[in-house]
């Protein structure tokens, strides 16, 4: 049995590697597919511990005519209403060039999502684009929200450089169902949206095991995940209508000839593995300009993760000159146009963040923060106190002891990293942890939400500290 943690393996004095995108293979950048490499040859690639749709993930050898694969790429844009296809086009060649942007500190750190009604077409267009790396259709995606999620960690590891479709986010039948599909998208946008692995609480509060997903993720859903605003707000979520779609037109012509969308990766690929050492240099500064092209009174992340796809964009543009595909005039308008389309999705976006109630949102973070390791919450036994300046607290069976002033500063930062403010004042806050009895530690006497405790490693002296059940970083 191969372990999927491992990126190559041998058997028969072969080695197969365990993954798709970029590797180097004897010194120089080839991409790999379950077909084999773009590249490099005589290349094995074993993509079966990830289950069958993988070995979709299978591109042409070559492309005879890199300028018309551009054409078709471009007609991809006319399938639907622009405000869609913009971005997905921008996904699958901004996923592409990851190994890049890795390189140069620019993160994919975050997931599209497409939510439209039944049948509105959200899956044929998921499968359309995914036709860029591969054979795929509707009825064969590479993961869903029923998946378990050390199945879904798996594949998001597996799918390196590559899209991923999520598919299918429903409304739930049942309570149990209800939970399980929301943890799968709270998963999903903990995952992508930190580069880092699901988050496993051990007893001691830290985190377990850690991979991290690889590529980027396109979920589709007929409603938004219940996630909070911090989960959401790592996603960009784009609506599907089903007038929006050119069904019996432009969509069935792309479709028909979706073989071509491939090789234009095929293209693609080759001119990036050609062009390597420049992109490295100026990719920064294509970045820089599309972040201040987006709105600025607003830092959210939706405007980094739209200016990560105008990146996506330029890529795009700058290939299909290269590669005779597309006027240079023509190039620059579809930049132009695709630009504003992104920096309206963002808008979007961070108008329709959905608000959380302000006790939920503080404990989201001190999970979340505890998990990362970000802050530290130490036994109340232990002696020492770690040095490093994340120290909030110490806790014992039953409850969290912890610094106000430090804990609520904590919670404050994690959000307006995410270009979210913290809704309340730290006062407010424990008022309304202490009315939905979360908080133990009202002193009605001093007219403090505080109570006075001694700890080994703060040299015993009492500290005024707010007292939360353990039970809420486990979630
Ligand atoms: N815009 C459209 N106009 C007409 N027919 C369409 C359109 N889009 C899709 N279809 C047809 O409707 C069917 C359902 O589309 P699809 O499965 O892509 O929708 P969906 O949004 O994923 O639905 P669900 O929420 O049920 O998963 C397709 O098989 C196709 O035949
Ligand atoms: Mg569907």
Redesign the pocket.
Known sequence: MVNYYVSKYRREEKTYYTHTGWRKIGGKWAYLHAGGAIGADGVLVDLSEGGEALSRYRLPETCEDAARAVKMAASFLEV?DKRITFPLLAAAFLVVASEILRAVNIQLDFALFMV????????????LVLSFFGDFD?TAFPANFKMTPNSLEKTAFMIKDALLIV??F?PAQNRAEKEKLKQAAQNLARAYGDGAARVRMGADLKLRAAFRPRGLAIA???ERPDIGESGQARMLFIS?K???????GK?KEVEANKRWLAKCMVAYITWLAENWEKLKEILPQIYSGARADMQTENSGRANEAAAKLALGLWLFHQFAIDSGGLAENDAVELMKEGGKILQQLAKDNIASLQTEKPTSQFITALQELAAAGQVEIIPVYQQNKPEDGKFIGCYDEQYLYLLPQMTYKAVAEFYMKQGLQFPVSSGTLWRQLHEEGLLFSRDEVRGRWTKRRAFGCCGNRPLDVIWLKKDILKD
């Open positions: 639907a439209g009604k039944a049948q509105s077409g959200k899956s044929s267009l998921a499968a509707k598919d299918d429903h589709t859903g007929e599907v089903r007038d929006d779609i050119d069904y019996y969509f």
